[in-house]
Each structure stands twice: as structure tokens, then as C-alpha cells.
């Protein structure tokens, strides 16, 4: 197994919202991405989700409700619950996703 450097590898992606796979635990692949101020359409998931925020904010309504998750929390989407990320997120966020 090698070391990551996340935040290094959250960098080099080339735009935001765009995610990289960082590895495989399971049956769920680990990614990261840049998130940039922008909000994002709403989605559901078969499994439930795993949202690390690193560094920066992650707003998100989910389930018609507002969640923040600001940088060292972890907040888990259950499985088919309707989430989407609202204006002004911003930062590093790691994704834990069954697939």
C-alpha cells in the first residue's frame, strides 16, 4: 500500500467538482475532489455515502433540510435519501461510496 498525500492530489485535479480515485475499501471506492463555490444538482444513491470534508465547508440540503459539514467532520447520506450541495461550499472533500 502507498501513502497518499490527499490535499496534494485534490491540487493537481484538473477543475473543481471533478474527483479522483484515491483507492478501494470493499465494495465502496474512496475519491477526492475540489469543491468551488458552486451549487451542485440534487442526486440519490442506491448505498449510503460517505462526505469527509478536509479542509473548507460543504452545505448541503438534504432531504429538503440545510446541513453544514465543516473541515473534520464526516456526515453520511443514507442510502436513497435526496441530497444536494448548496452555493458556498468550498475546500477538499473525501467520498467514501459504495459502488
Known amino acids: ?4 498525500d490527499v490535499r496534494k492530489t485534490a491540487d493537481a485535479l484538473p477543475g473543481a467538482w471533478s474527483s479522483r480515485p484515491l483507492g478501494r475499501v470493499g465494495a465502496a471506492d474512496v475519491k477526492v475532489l475540489r ?7 440534487e442526486e440519490t444513491h442506491d448505498a449510503a455515502e460517505a462526505l469527509l470534508v478536509l479542509d473548507g465547508r460543504l452545505e448541503l440540503t438534504v432531504d429538503g433540510a440545510a446541513v453544514s459539514v465543516r473541515q473534520g467532520e464526516l456526515y453520511v447520506v443514507p442510502a436513497g435519501t435526496p441530497h ?9 472533500l473525501v467520498i467514501v461510496e459504495a459502488t
Open 1 to 4: 500500500m502507498t501513502v497518499i
Open 35 to 41: 469543491m468551488d463555490e458552486l451549487p451542485g444538482e
Open 84 to 92: 444536494a450541495v448548496r452555493a458556498g461550499s468550498h475546500g477538499t
